[in-house]
């Protein structure tokens, strides 16, 4: 299911539940009661039992239909799941809470099928020309998510392929994975990025043969002089964006998501709490080089609650040691397999630290001030800095429970699951770029050995390791259920399994979405399984999960989505 459908049916379904988009308990006692259908529990037992009862906002009972009968009272509410599944709340393991939903609202699709219509640089311009043609002079036109290696000519438009659309508007346009940009001429020169400009820390100002400027970005370094005149969110595209993407992510079952660098977004997602824009739950990963922000937390740490209807939570500072492995950004222990035009053969990516010695003190500091932290890796050099820095911080200052997050974590050696497993370190897996990008990874990025270890979840498993898995959306829709399809069969777009012996099963992927997610972001005293005494986050899904083929597992649709105990998505 794309994007667009999941706005479509979430949208209208909102209008069917009114303007709060919940339901109300309708029994005397304020309890309502789930059976006739697996109950899907997800706790250390992963027991699947027969009924569940709800009070208010908190799971009352679980277990024997008997039992909670009594414990819910003769007044209760009786639901019929009718052989449908009920689930935890999924948790979002990582993504860009609610960027989805602003790119809707303000810039041009330039996704490949089926999320978009690109199928070369003709598509391309094509449809930013008609964004252009609809835009004041001056005024900028912004794309998001070409993605160049899916494309005809497989390469990254240029900043003559942009001119040739507009050069009496800026133009910027975004790669799929986030980590690259391509400015026109006149964006470039907005941006003051000059033939003589050197290239900042952690990204590069691409030139071609003839040694000049050719627009393409690399690294958001590099892209940090575009990013900084960009036109600014406005509240009302913040709020509009908030209320989009609340109802993207219920209806994709989605209970907690996941803000993963977006630091500006706080106070407004405190007033989505207190004016009922935001429907679901959001966990705040603050940027962790952004030393004021940090400060600005005074003693909260991950794990705190921001806002008075407990919406809004704090979770671990961000940090970046590499960029994209489809965007050859990402930085390996050896060169990419095969090299695009313009690379040199060794070339083997780049850090985004200029110095191990930077990165180490850094994750020190954060480490000494009681921090967890998260950082993006994709690479298997920057997963390895990563577990040296995480490692370091703890020899010179030990702590039990430090959760430190491996994110992405994707081309993860054998010997660095070992290291992983032995410091407790928490994974959360793109495990959807088996599907989105495995052939490419398979046959150019990193070659078939390398890409057949890619999430490696059956190894992590093995090693006793607990780990998230996520989609990274807007790179890729938001759909939990694509992970646990990801995850199960790794099957790639064209029909090839990659990595075979890295599958695991159907309940093994699930906790990865459920309460290892909770784990992950310190929230799991409150969320992520179906045991009283937590909050009454639940999801019906229209199949059992664990009685469908496994290619099917991405098609489960959503029946109903639950936040505290009231609805706020119901498939129409």
């Known amino acids: ?116 219509e690109v199928t070369c640089m003709a598509d391309l311009q094509r449809l930013l020309k008609a964004r252009a043609d609809k835009t004041p002079e001056g005024q900028w036109v912004i794309g998001y998510n070409y993605n160049d290696l899916a494309m005809k000519e497989q390469r990254h438009p240029t900043r003559a392929d942009l001119d040739a659309v507009s050069t009496k508007h800026p133009i910027f346009v975004r790669h799929v994975s986030g980590h690259l940009g391509v400015g026109n001429s006149r964006a470039l020169e907005m941006a003051g990025i000059k033939e003589d400009s050197t290239d900042p820390e952690g990204g590069r100002f691409r030139r071609g043969a003839d040694g000049k400027l050719d627009g393409v970005l690399e690294g958001p370094s590099a892209q940090m002089p575009v990013n900084k005149i960009l036109p600014p969110i406005t509240d009302e595209q913040q709020m509009r964006s908030i209320a989009m993407d609340s109802m993207t992510y219920a209806a994709a079952g989605v209970t907690t998501a996941n803000n993963g660098g977006r630091p500006t977004m706080d106070e407004s997602f405190l007033k989505g709490s207190k004016n009922g824009d935001l429907k679901i739950r959001v966990v705040i990963w603050p940027n962790g080089r952004n030393p004021k922000l940090i400060e600005s937390y005074g003693k909260k740490r991950q794990g705190t609650q921001l806002d008075e209807a407990g919406k809004v939570f704090l979770g671990p500072v961000k ?12 930085w390996f222990s050896k060169p990419y397999y095969k090299q695009l035009p313009g690379k040199p053969a060794d070339f083997r990516g780049f850090p985004v630290f200029k110095s191990r010695e930077e990165l180490f003190a850094l994750v020190q500091k954060l480490h000494d001030d009681g921090w967890q932290i998260t950082t993006h890796t994709n690479g298997d050099q920057a997963i390895q800095d990563m577990i040296d820095a995480y490692s370091a911080a703890l020899k010179a200052n030990p702590r039990k429970d430090h959760r430190h997050i491996l994110n992405h974590c994707q081309f993860c050696r054998p010997d660095q699951v070992d290291a992983i497993a032995e410091m407790g370190f928490v994974p959360s897996y793109f495990v959807t770029h088996t599907w989105f990008w495995g052939d490419i990874h398979r046959d150019m990025v990193a070659g078939p050995e390398r890409a057949a270890h890619i999430s490696p979840l059956k190894a992590a498993l093995n090693k006793g390791i607990t780990f998230a898995l996520h989609n990274d959306t807007p790179v890729t829709p938001i759909s939990p259920l694509m992970d646990v399809f990801s ?86």
């Open 1 to 116: 299911m794309i994007r667009r459908t999941f706005l479509k049916s979430a949208f209208a379904t909102a209008v069917l539940l009114g303007s709060s988009s919940t339901t109300l308990f309708a029994a005397k006692n304020g309890v309502r009661v789930y059976e006739g259908g697996p109950i899907f529990t997800m706790n250390d037992k992963n027991e699947i039992v027969e009924a569940l009862a709800v009070k208010g906002d908190t799971i009352l009972a679980v277990g024997k239909r008997a039992d909670v009968l009594k414990a819910a009272g003769s007044d209760a509410e009786i639901v019929d799941l009718k052989g449908r599944a009920l689930i935890p709340g999924m948790i979002d393991g990582h993504s860009h809470f609610p960027n989805g939903a602003y790119r809707e609202l303000t810039m041009v699709n330039l996704n490949v099928p089926p999320l978009g």
């Open 487 to 572: 995850a199960v069969t790794r099957l790639t777009s064209s029909g090839k399994v990659l990595g075979p012996d890295q599958r695991i099963t159907v309940m093994e992927a699930l906790r990865g979405v459920t309460i290892n997610g909770a784990y992950m972001q310190r929230l799991e005293d409150k969320i992520g399984s179906l045991e009283k005494g937590k909050l009454a986050d639940l999801v019906i899904l229209d199949k059992d999960p664990t009685k469908v083929a496994p290619e099917t597992l991405k098609d489960i649709k959503v029946d109903e989505t639950i936040v505290g105990g009231q609805t706020v998505y119901k498939r129409a």
């Open 319 to 330: 940090l970046f040691a590499d960029g994209s492995p489809q965007g050859y950004t990402a």
